[in-house]
């Protein structure tokens, strides 16, 4: 009988065809393709891992393959990959390998970081004895890879609770079934978290965005360094900023628009012997009240929202921003510590320095930058990737 040719397991996965516009995207290192730039992918099924080609059908590496995103094309690996689920679990010891060697002073960091960890669509934030992820793309929905995802994590970090924290809009672009956000193993889904020997209660089932903003974590730090006399943190949340501050000023007030933020924000500051004053209002409306009641501080913490959440916001983000700068200008003692931050990805550094600048002018005060940082290590940013990097915080010597 003649021998049946079995296919190798190479050559049984699909395959897609790029423009050259694709290939050169991917030749600059960047992981994404998006679908105008796949020339041909026939017979791939959603979520398929597939080998990359270029027009001449030149092997280029392997990608993620979504069906119902732009994003069609999202690169992990430039070699073959026979077994994605194994691949995963590798990334994931690498990930925390890292994390290990880097991180200091805290229980609460993120563990995997999408696409700056070679993990497109994955994101893992530790926060003590509970961890959080996070599963945007249809290739790492696949019950292997999230099994996967789940053992590694269990036996590199022994946690007490792993909760899916479900992004509603992404899965209904990736075409995935509804979740709900929910306990996938353990227990525990609360828990308490050290940042910089300052401790803070987690919820992962509450709260904005993951909950707790941990890439300020190392920013709280450093403005605590320079912080001094009477201090304001005028978009506080749960008092990331507020109580890294109350250790070195006389006073601390933290203002909010978020009642629940500002009672967690209370709740940390008794954990911690804390006395601050907190003040539910409109930060736009409250410095305008206090600038023109004449009231002073020392030091000043803006951390907004992000106010720009596409490109054609830009001009109108920077009106915010250099609203709220300004007001804070004025209200600066001499020698004041400005802290002021964007979490806005499509507000550039330089666009973010220039309207600081215009404030400054506006204020008639001299600023010396501190130092200029970005979010803490552990959210790695992916050179020539810009989505990886969004914080932008300068910590300002304010001068008359
Ligand atoms: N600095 C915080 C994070 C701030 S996130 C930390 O490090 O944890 C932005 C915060 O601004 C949110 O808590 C949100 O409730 C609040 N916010 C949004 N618009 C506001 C407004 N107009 N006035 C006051 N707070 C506002």
């Known amino acids: 009988m003649p021998k049946k040719r079995v296919a190798s397991a190479e050559h049984a996965e699909p395959s897609v065809k790029l423009s050259t516009r694709g290939v050169a995207r991917l030749q600059a290192r960047h992981p994404w393709v998006y679908r105008s730039d796949?020339?041909?992918?026939?017979?791939?099924?959603?979520?398929?891992?597939?080998?990359?080609?270029?027009s001449r059908g030149k092997f280029?590496?392997?990608?993620?393959?979504?069906?119902?995103?732009?994003?069609?094309?999202?690169?992990?690996?430039?070699?073959s990959v026979p077994d994605l689920p194994a691949l995963v679990g590798e990334r994931i010891r690498a990930a925390i390998a890292y994390r290990k060697e880097l991180v200091r002073n805290t229980d609460a960091y993120r563990i995997v970081f999408s696409e700056a960890d070679f993990l497109p669509g994955l994101i893992v934030d530790r926060y003590n004895d509970v961890l959080t992820l996070q599963i945007l793309t249809q290739a790492l929905d696949a019950a292997p890879v999230r099994e996967a995802i789940l053992q590694t994590l269990r036996e590199e970090l022994q946690p007490a609770g792993i909760v899916e924290r479900v992004d509603a809009r992404i899965r209904e672009l990736e075409q995935l079934p509804l979740l709900s956000s929910r306990l996938l193993w353990g227990e525990k889904s609360s828990t308490v978290i050290n940042m910089n020997a300052i401790r803070f209660h987690y919820d992962s089932l509450e709260g904005q965005k993951t909950g707790a903003f941990l890439d300020q974590r190392e920013n709280y730090a450093a403005a605590a360094e320079y912080a001094h006399g009477e201090a304001l943190d005028a978009f506080c949340y749960q008092g990331g900023f507020a109580l890294h501050l109350a250790a070195k000023c006389a006073s601390v007030t933290g203002v909010d628009s978020s009642r629940p933020a500002l009672e967690m924000a209370a709740k940390n500051a008794l954990l911690n012997g804390r006395d601050l004053e907190w003040i539910e209002a409109n930060a736009f409306?409250?410095?305008r009240e206090y600038a023109?009641?004449?009231?002073?501080?020392?030091?000043?913490v803006l951390d907004p929202p992000a106010f720009a959440k596409s490109k054609r916001d830009l001009e109108k983000a920077l009106g915010g921003y250099k609203e709220l700068n300004l007001r804070a200008l004025k209200m600066l003692r001499p020698e004041g510590i400005l802290i002021t931050c964007s979490c806005s990805f499509?507000?550039?550094?330089?666009?973010?320095?220039?309207?600081?600048?215009?404030a400054a002018?506006?204020?008639h005060k001299s600023l010396r930058i501190i130092e200029s940082r970005g979010a803490a290590r552990d959210h790695l940013i992916l050179l020539n990737v810009p989505e990886t990097s969004y914080i932008k915080c300068l910590?300002?010597?304010?001068s008359n």
């Open 285 to 287: 409306d409250l410095l």
């Open 292 to 300: 023109a009641a004449g009231r002073r501080y020392d030091t000043l």
């Open 361 to 363: 002018q506006d204020a």
């Open 38 to 54: 796949v020339v041909e992918a026939k017979d791939v099924l959603p979520g398929a891992t597939v080998r990359v080609l270029d």
């Open 346 to 358: 499509h507000v550039g550094a330089s666009d973010f320095l220039g309207m600081v600048a215009d």
């Open 395 to 398: 910590i300002l010597s304010v």
């Open 60 to 79: 280029l590496g392997t990608a993620l393959y979504s069906s119902s995103s732009q994003i069609a094309i999202r690169m992990i690996s430039h070699g």
